[in-house]
T-cell receptor, first 112, second 113 residues
Framework: QKEVEQNSGPLSVPEGAIASLNCTYS??????FFWYRQYSGKSPELIMS????GDKEDGRFTAQLNKASQYVSLLIRDSQPSDSATYLC????????????FGSGTRLSIRP | DVKVTQSSRYLVKRTGEKVFLECVQD?????MFWYRQDPGLGLRLIYF???????EKGDIPEGYSVSREKKERFSLILESASTNQTSMYLC????????????FGSGTRLTVV
């Protein structure tokens, strides 16, 4: 099993709906998790971090962490065409305190 | 805001050339990283550094070396460029504390012909 796994998509969501992105992780990562957004041809941009079980909200974004089931989710409310991008789930590895392990990304498309 | 600056946005080099990719960050971050990103393969870690003059191999170090002589600068060196090193190269930095993510530079798209 990979340390961080995501469905590659594409995930197509109508404008205004909730987009739900999911990620599972193995025992080889620690308890710090991150969501990055990457537009085509651009570099990844950190949008959310979560360290504790439960939900963390920031504007239209909500990150959810469930340690018992080993999954992390990102919800995007009121999806906009500008949210169309690849979303990378990432987690800090145990083997090296500062190294982050990235999933392969889920491509999200918001259709008008 | 932290700025991570990569010296070139696009670069075209010939096979066998020695190539230098430069990365500078302006927020006194301890940690710096070099990744390459290829379609279908995601982000792959080449080398990283926790401190000046320190370096550690990532997942795909073959054909690359790095240099960190100053805290703010982390250079990636392709000793003898090959066509399979054509890729997007991304530099990132982070603070020493565990609970921070990375800040990425804008990337260098390298083409080796």
């Amino acid at each position: 099993q990979k340390e961080v796994e995501q469905n590659s998509g594409p995930l197509s969501v109508p404008e205004g709906a909730i987009a739900s992105l999911n990620c599972t992780y193995s025992d080889r990562v620690s308890q710090s998790f991150f969501w990055y957004r990457q537009y085509s041809g651009k570099s990844p941009e950190l949008i959310m971090s979560i360290y504790s079980n439960g939900d963390k909200e920031d504007g239209r974004f909500t990150a959810q962490l469930n340690k018992a089931s080993q999954y992390v989710s990102l919800l995007i409310r009121d999806s906009q065409p500008s949210d169309s991008a690849t979303y990378l789930c990432a987690a800090r590895g145990y083997s090296s305190a500062s190294k982050i392990i990235f999933g392969s990304g889920t491509r999200l498309s918001i259709r008008p | 805001d932290v700025k991570v600056t990569q010296s070139s946005r696009y670069l075209v080099k010939r096979t066998g050339e020695k190539v230098f990719l430069e990365c500078v960050q302006d927020m006194d971050h301890e940690n710096m990283f070099w990744y390459r990103q290829d379609p279908g393969l995601g982000l792959r870690l080449i080398y990283f550094s926790y401190d000046v003059k320190m370096k550690e191999k990532g997942d795909i170090p073959e054909g690359y070396s790095v240099s960190r002589e100053k805290k703010e600068r982390f250079s990636l060196i392709l000793e003898s460029a090959s066509t399979n090193q054509t890729s997007m190269y991304l530099c990132a930095s982070s603070q020493g504390a565990k609970d921070y993510g990375y800040t990425f530079g804008s990337g260098t798209r390298l083409t080796v012909v």
